[in-house]
């Protein structure tokens, strides 16, 4: 977590402007952020925050907010006295976003306020209003950065093909240009994904291992025990390959795999993650059977609670076929990963809610022990990225005695001292937003690019009549065994 006296740089005057800011996403993490966020200094005292709401008074919208910020964020403590200096900064802006008056009044607000200088356009909506929020910005003059910047921050999903991201990426960029446009990947904004890439480039000794000489496979994982939610009507048109797997695991897939950038800003470490995408191995249609594992949960039984199947949600349909989990192997084609597996994996209702990174490195090329009881385990380095965020190294040790047996052991480098110092995602990429780098960002290059290496995926299970279905609560995903059946270990479930 950002914390009060660290050596941060505290953004310039900003008005913070929240299309949806009535919405779910404002309430549970933009509110909360923007309060941490002030009480550390990173936000300056003279910017403002604007929501833009529509069919509300600002007094029910402000309650919105303070009720929003006591149910989800208890621990921000939002007394009376710290309600006060939080909603002081506050405004509303009444409207309906796809009124061309709105935004007059918007640009009225904040002429009256600050004198239309730096501001950041934070889209917490449905992406289809993304472009007419664009437009209707460009028509009151809200676009140009004659007194100041503008950035126009969006959040995934940035289409749901690959067509539909190219047009997305044209609407946009026919208004703003590309270095306004923050795309959030709220996964690349929390901490333990960039320790990820401190752990490779701080480290001498990483560098060396890194490679397809001592590297069997890569499984990159976000398993939750959460369902759908409230969100059947875009998950069920969505499913995990779009929601999860072209978003974020792609993502941390190329910040495993990338070259060492020339230098830490945001265009050097997009070309090498781009170079990544590049060199990723194409579906061939008739093989994506083989290199994904599409299923479904059925009813099941999580931490006690009886869960409902998919199928049974509010506002799935009962004969969805819709992958709740998706796996997919990829492979990267260029010096460095020939012929290293990366299994992408993701899935709701699951055993546990676990993220990971594993490396695990090949076999020893022999046994020297001569034991059969104890044939020496591959090594992995684990990389825990929620919960209990840390870094783990499975070795093999002499097991104590007459013997040469051995056995595992387990080296664990907890990440901050305790979960608390583990900060939110939004806190970092606002302030990125507002400081303007856009490092932690993805450019619309790699957006095309990684909907156009899973698109034959989409294809090929675009037809399907029928999907696996797990038990939720469980690992059992048989057809995960297979697709990792060649993997020095097999399907890793994280424990
Ligand atoms: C979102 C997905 O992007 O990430 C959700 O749309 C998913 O389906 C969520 O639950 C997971 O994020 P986190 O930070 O809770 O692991």
Redesign the pocket.
């Known amino acids: 977590m950002i914390t009060a006296g660290q050596n941060i740089e505290t953004a310039d005057p900003t008005n913070i402007v929240i299309f949806g800011a009535a919405g779910d996403l404002t309430k549970r993490k933009l509110m909360p952020a923007l309060v941490r966020m002030i009480d550390c200094g990173l936000v300056h005292t003279d910017s403002r925050i604007l929501g833009v709401v529509n069919n509300r008074t600002e007094e029910v919208w402000l309650s919105l907010i303070h009720d929003g910020l006591q149910e989800y964020s208890p621990h921000l403590n939002m007394n009376e006295q710290r309600w006060a200096e939080f909603s002081s900064r506050l405004n509303m802006v009444p409207g309906d976003l796809g009124d061309d008056e709105t935004y007059g009044r918007l640009a009225e607000a904040l002429e009256t306020l600050g004198g239309k200088k730096n501001a950041m356009f934070y889209c917490a909506i449905p992406p289809d209003w993304y472009g007419r929020v664009a437009n209707g910005l460009e028509r009151v003059g809200l676009v140009e950065e004659s007194d100041g910047y503008r950035r126009l921050v969006i959040e995934?999903p940035f289409g749901m093909n690959l067509e539909s991201a190219r047009e997305l990426n044209e609407e946009l960029q026919s208004v703003f240009n590309e270095k306004q446009i923050y795309r959030i990947d709220?996964?690349l904004g929390k901490e333990s994904v960039q320790n990820l890439l401190v752990y490779r480039f701080a480290n001498s000794i990483m560098e060396p291992l890194w490679n397809r000489n001592y590297i069997d496979h890569i499984q990159i994982s976000?398993a939750?025990t959460?369902g759908i939610e409230y969100r059947a009507k875009y998950?069920d048109h969505s499913g995990a390959l779009r929601?999860?797997i072209q978003?974020?695991l792609m993502q941390m897939m190329t910040l495993v795999a990338m070259e060492p950038p020339v230098e830490f800003t945001a265009d050097a470490v997009r070309d090498e993650k781009m170079k990544v995408l590049r060199a990723v191995r194409r579906f061939d249609p008739g093989q994506v059977k083989d290199q994904t594992v599409a299923a479904q949960y059925a009813s099941g039984v999580i931490d006690g609670v009886k869960e409902l199947a998919y199928v049974a949600e509010e506002g799935v349909s009962p004969d969805s076929v819709t992958e709740t989990f998706a796996a997919v192997r990829f492979y990267i084609d260029n010096w460095r990963w020939q012929g290293v597996p990366f299994i992408l994996w993701s899935g709701k209702r699951l055993q546990k809610r676990v993220?990971e990174v594993m490396i695990r490195f090949r076999k020893p090329p022999f046994n020297l022990f001569d034991s059969h009881a104890s044939i020496p385990a591959p090594n992995a380095l684990v990389f825990r990225l929620?919960p209990d965020e840390g870094v783990v190294l499975r070795l093999n040790a002499k097991k104590p005695g007459l013997t040469t047996d051995n056995e595992e052991m387990v080296m664990r480098a907890p990440y901050g001292a305790d979960a608390s110092e583990v900060g939110d995602a939004y806190e970092v990429l606002m302030h990125d937003v507002l400081t303007g780098d856009g490092t932690l960002f993805s450019r619309s290059d790699e957006v095309e690019e990684s909907w156009e290496i899973i698109e034959p995926i989409l294809q090929a299970w675009e037809d399907r009549v029928s999907i696996e279905r797990y038990r939720a609560g469980t690992w059992d995903i048989a057809a995960m065994d297979t697709l990792a059946s060649d993997c020095a270990c097999g399907w890793h479930k994280p424990s």
């Open positions: 995934k709220h996964y976000v939750e959460l998950y929601d999860m978003s974020h993220s929620q």
